[in-house]
């Protein structure tokens, strides 16, 4: 069973404004969450992260949202620039493994 | 620091062939982590260890072996290729159980 669902494969926005994507859990014993960036021909880089204990984390442009009790995190982009379109990954944490969404390709458009 | 190394970047095998792909970290990281990507399904754990010496099942360990004889480099080994094994590996290696991972380039296996 997939424990970490991302339910839009794709996702299209003007630049400028702000860019929603959405991820769905199964597992409630979770550590963290984090978001992953993947850009053509290279490996995923990380983005931002979330705790358990917390239900909201921004780091510039980027905030995390946890809502425990719908078991939904989402990654808001705002303002979207061209330069963050990209393959973006939820993933979740716990013990030593990373488990992660299918991924949601985002283009922002200029 | 060159952080996180694969070699080979890109590979073709006919079916029932052997490869190992390579990955390296200078991080001293203790967790290293091997993955496959294939399209509409993101990134499916194969094997992983936490420490020199140790390895541990994935979600799809199924025809790869891996070793990890020295803390800095992780070893993932097809015996016999197949077909379905054609993907994009990466490898990524952390400090800790937290996750924050730093993945390498990836490795692009075309098997044939």
């Known amino acids: 069973d997939q424990q970490v669902k991302q339910n839009s494969p794709s996702l299209s926005v003007q630049e400028g404004r702000i860019s929603i994507l959405n991820c769905d859990y199964t597992n409630s014993m979770f550590d963290y969450f984090l978001w992953y960036k993947k850009y053509p021909a290279e490996g995923p880089t990380f983005l931002i992260s979330i705790s358990s204990i917390k239900d909201k984390n921004e780091d510039g442009r980027f905030t995390v949202f946890l809502n425990k009790s719908a078991k939904h995190l989402s990654l808001h982009i705002v303002p979207s620039q061209p330069g963050d379109s990209a393959v973006y990954f939820c993933?979740?944490?716990?013990?030593?493994?990373?488990?992660f969404g299918e991924g949601t390709q985002l283009t922002v458009n200029p | 620091n060159a952080g996180v190394t694969q070699t080979p970047k890109f590979r073709v095998l006919k079916t029932g062939q052997s490869m190992t792909l390579l990955c390296a970290q200078d991080?001293?990281?203790?967790?290293m982590y091997w993955y496959r990507q294939d399209p509409g399904m993101g990134l499916r754990l194969i094997h992983y260890s936490v420490g020199e010496g140790t390895t541990a099942k994935g979600e799809v360990p199924d025809g790869y072996n891996v070793s990890r004889l020295k803390k800095q480099n992780f070893l993932l080994g097809l015996e016999s290729a197949a077909p379905s094994q054609t993907s994009v590996y990466f490898c990524?290696?952390?400090?800790?159980?937290?996750?924050?991972?730093?993945f390498g380039p990836g490795t692009r296996l075309t098997v044939t």
């Open positions: 990524a290696s952390s400090y800790g159980a937290i996750g924050l991972a730093l």
């Open positions: 993933t979740e944490t716990s013990g030593s493994r990373l488990t």
């Open positions: 991080m001293n990281h203790e967790y």
